[in-house]
């Protein structure tokens, strides 16, 4: 009996997957269909201009909320869109971008209503994540006057998902990678976005970094 609902549960399962499997082939069939040449054109080469350090979350997949194709944009995705100095991962990404991508523009999106960031500030226990996401503390409480004086729950921690990118700006355009670009004449921006998940728009919030300071 317990075998029996194993095995339904396991064809369920599968049966998911078989649902993917068969969208990809008709997304490949269609790309194929408007361009026969697309997939053989990416495969000799990835040339994208732009590097997106965004967040993990399902609702703010990053081609799509800038239309574009696969091969024009360089994607790095985590939990609460952090660009921490120390992280192997992050600064792979980075180096690879600048270095041989040579990538023109760097945007940090951030969005409001981020889970991670009002994780990170909603005083509950969650274990590791509670150390990845200790730079949005520290971004509240070197901005705590302006937020705690903001009356509106939800305005206050749009307003943190808006400072925790400006500060990954700053980390990114400090960082030794891109001042070495800077250094030897590459031109490159970073760029600090909020997208919104009720309206599907992308705010610029104005703190692009051209260069060093
Ligand atoms: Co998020």
Redesign the pocket.
């Known amino acids: 009996m317990c075998c029996l609902v194993r095995r339904g549960r396991n064809r369920y399962l599968s049966g998911m997957l078989d649902k993917l499997k068969a969208n990809n082939r008709a997304w490949a069939a269609r790309m194929v269909a408007n361009d026969p040449g697309f997939f053989k054109r990416l495969e000799g080469q990835q040339a994208p201009e732009y590097l997106w350090i965004g967040?993990?979350?399902s609702r703010?997949p990053a081609n799509e909320i800038v239309d574009l194709d696969p091969g024009e944009l360089f994607v790095h995705r985590n939990?609460?869109?952090l660009a921490p100095p120390q992280d192997a991962n992050y600064l792979s990404v980075l180096q690879f971008a600048v270095d041989v991508i040579k990538v023109k523009h760097i945007m940090v999106v951030?969005?409001y209503g981020?889970?991670?960031?009002r994780a990170a500030v909603d005083g509950q226990r969650r274990g590791l994540v509670d150390h990845w996401l200790h730079p949005i503390r520290e971004v509240y409480h070197a901005n705590q006057q302006e937020l705690e004086a903001m009356l509106d729950e939800r305005a206050r921690f749009d307003r943190l998902c808006e400072l925790n990118v400006m500060r990954q700006v700053k980390n990114v355009a400090s960082d030794v990678f891109v001042e070495d670009a800077w250094a030897r004449g590459q031109s490159l921006s970073v760029h600090g976005w909020v997208y919104s998940l009720s309206t599907g728009l992308v705010r610029d919030l104005g703190v692009t970094v051209n260069g060093p300071r």
């Open positions: 967040c993990a979350d703010v939990v609460a869109n951030g969005h981020c889970g991670g960031v």
